[in-house]
């Protein structure tokens, strides 16, 4: 989806004009992917907006970075300010928000210790992320997720979705919507930026943190649905196999949101349509988030914008 322009960009406690968010080509994550990120929603809820899951989304932002060792010098308190400020200044609303902190320009090596670390935040309209109105198509990647000892997939860092590119652009080069990754162990993992559940004989399946996944806020979110709503839930390591003869199956994650599977390899999951744990957790999700049920977990953090941006989806 191409990238539409706001007005302005929080950079290091300031805000300045989207143009001149840049970076040297020498800057260190250029050449070594040395950045971590968050990807958060604001919705337009009736009579006012709303960010989904603020504080938890900068305080994984945190984690992320200390996991880095990469130096913040903002509390968690002021990195949910910025996100409201630049929000609120651009006036743009619902949106999609992009907290981003890198090594920028210092040294060249391997060792990122003596290069500054810039953080940024900005915002703009992003619509539908997972094709597929009815349902997406999607396979099983030949690319596998790292090994946890290799790199952590707990933290949300730029240099893990060149692994998720290369799911993807198989993927879509292949005709399909997106890529479901195996562990190194060929257990089922995550998709290349979503998280993955399934339903089989009324119970809810999702991967746990152990098979190289994300903890996706999303994630969390739908699993205190479900628990709330009875349906039971097991968090544990799943056969590719189950995929096939899952009676739902669906993603989550801050882009694709809670998006259903149609299809794995072709193969329809259940009878294609979403089923009915799927919708009663996508109609909850949602009717949360849009204001149409009572914000009753405090989710979302109200912004004061006046005009509404369309999103395309």
């Not at 300010?81 to 890198?102: K, L, M, Q, S, T």
């Not at 240099?159 to 190194?184: H, K, P, T």
């Amino acid at each position: 989806m191409p990238l539409q322009t706001t007005q302005n960009i929080w950079h290091n406690g300031d805000l300045i004009p989207w143009e001149k968010a840049q970076i040297h080509v020498m800057s260190h994550v250029v050449h070594y992917g040395s950045s971590i990120f968050e990807g958060i929603r604001c919705y337009a809820q009736e009579g006012g907006n709303g960010i989904f899951r603020l504080r938890e989304h900068m305080a994984r932002f945190l984690d992320s970075a200390k996991i880095y060792r990469m130096p913040l010098p903002f509390t968690l308190d002021q990195l949910c300010a910025a996100v409201v400020d630049v929000v609120e200044a651009n006036g743009v609303a619902p949106c999609y928000i992009r907290p981003v902190a890198f090594r920028g320009y210092g040294e060249i090596g391997v060792n990122p210790l003596k290069s500054p670390v810039e953080v940024y935040v900005a915002n703009f309209p992003w619509g539908k992320y997972v094709p597929g109105n009815t349902g997406a198509d999607v396979c099983v990647s030949s690319w596998s997720r790292l090994a946890p000892n290799t790199m952590p997939s707990l933290a949300k860092a730029g240099a893990n979705y060149m692994n998720s590119q290369l799911i993807r652009m198989e993927a879509e080069i292949n005709g399909y919507a997106e890529g479901i990754a195996l562990d190194v162990n060929g257990y089922l993992s995550e998709g290349s930026g979503e998280n993955l559940f399934l339903v089989r004989n009324g119970t809810l399946y999702t991967t746990p943190l152990a098979n190289s996944v994300l903890n996706g806020i999303t994630r969390a979110s739908v699993l205190t649905i479900a628990k709330d709503f009875g349906i039971p839930v097991v968090e544990q390591a799943l056969p590719r196999e189950l995929l096939y003869i899952a009676d739902e199956a669906f993603f989550t994650g801050t882009a694709a949101e809670v998006t259903h599977l149609r299809s794995v390899d072709r193969i329809l999951v259940g009878d294609g349509t979403m089923g009915p744990i799927t919708t009663a957790l996508h109609d909850e999700f949602f009717g949360l988030v849009n204001g149409t049920k009572p914000d009753r977990y405090n989710w979302l953090t109200p912004v004061t914008v006046k005009t509404r941006e369309t999103v395309s989806a």
